[in-house]
DNA sequence: ACTTCAACAAACCGCCCGGTCGGTTTAAGT
DNA sequence: ACTTAAACCGACCGGGCGGTTTGTTGAAGT
């Protein structure tokens, strides 16, 4: 169907600028004429194509942020090697990916969700969701690490887990107001130095 | 003056009520008219007080947002104990607060951050003034530790002072969203995990 | 008693936004 | 060549917002 094609391809259109413009200057700031502007479209091609300004949005955060998150945060985390490894090059990508951005505007997810609290439930349960799935994927790596020998055994992993979002949103924030190369490599210094604390604790009087 | 009097006492109240609305929906998605019906005030009263919105915000940040900071955050942290036990004890009545707030909508400096951030130059550049504050404060309460022996000498201060406000940041977007109780004492029990790792090292033979 | 002015009320203005709708273009099917 | 429907255009509407202006009140000063 090539109909089906160009439909296709304009509304993926929309939603990368649309994705984009809610990145850098919110939802509510944002109007659908500024999206249209930008891809010189008209208000009847985004009303025929999307039932309102909220299921555009929706659209986007299942097709777009979802994915994006799953393939910045959680799929560089699967695998058998040493977890902590693992994430740290996964943080350290992901940070890196936020410094080489002109326009950084933080952690989109977090933006997102401070913007709609207690204002829209149904968009709040949906950004919550793509949370959810990020600690699951965290927690059950950390707890494979525990399994395999490289964390120790006594840890909690949904407090590591919950450590580790905050501490990344936290900076995606901070790195995005100065100085985000510094802070990013500031941060994965620290961040390495707690995690030397969780691995296996080898005998002293063995080395 | 009995005028003055209550000129402060009216602005006071606006800038409280306008603070609260402020954290719970955002600056741009909080109508100055929502703030006066809150109050029973009118359109006239807001403007004879304040020039502009923007300049009744500026008021609010310096007057009420920077001092709430600076109780909540730097003054608990001053003084001559160990650092890591201040911070502790500091970030634990914090996040105890937002526990008990029953309308908590994470951190507001983080939130009004992410609000502004491209889109107002003079509100950004003060709210960084006051993220500055805190950070001196921490770097500077963790070097007083170091040089008290509280502290490894070998650590980063900016360092960690970057990671601890990151993960505060951080966590208190968690909490608004769910389970702040459980979060809290997740995130706690961490943080004294990563204190342990920047504790002096005290010769293990000697033990 | 009269003036003065801070303090507030309320109607009003211009702008912008989300959403609608009738009309036009494009292209596939026959 | 004609039909049909998808894709798109752009003028328009209702409402809400920030901000202004004009008018009213009430207490202090003389």
Redesign the pocket.
């Known amino acids: 169907m ?3 094609l ?2 296709m ?3 993926q259109r929309m939603q990368v600028t649309g994705l984009e413009l809610f990145y850098k200057n919110g939802y ?1 700031n ?5 999206i ?1 502007k930008e891809l ?10 999307f ?4 299921d ?1 949005l929706i659209e986007i955060l299942d097709n777009l942020l979802a994915r994006k998150v799953y393939s910045m945060l959680i799929e560089p985390i699967e695998g058998h090697d040493n977890p902590l490894h693992l994430i740290t090059n996964c943080f350290e990508n992901a940070l890196e990916t936020a410094v080489h951005n002109e326009m950084d505007c933080g952690f989109i997810l977090n933006n997102l969700i401070n913007e709609f609290r207690g204002k829209n439930e149904a968009i709040t349960r949906r950004l919550n969701e793509i949370l959810q799935i990020w600690e699951v994927n965290l927690v059950s790596a950390i707890q494979k690490g525990k399994f395999n020998g490289h964390i120790d055994r006594h840890v909690d992993a949904e407090g590591i887990a919950l450590f580790l979002m905050s501490s990344y949103m936290g900076v995606r924030t901070l790195m995005a107001e100065d100085a985000p190369s510094a802070r990013k490599y500031r941060f994965m210094a620290q961040l390495k130095q707690y995690f030397k604390s969780l691995e296996v604790k080898h005998s002293p009087l063995k080395a």
Request: glycine residues 4%.
């Open positions: 090539d109909k089906n160009k439909r391809a304009t509304m509510y944002t109007s659908v004429d500024d249209l010189n479209l008209s208000k009847g091609a985004f009303y025929y194509h039932d309102s300004k909220e555009f």
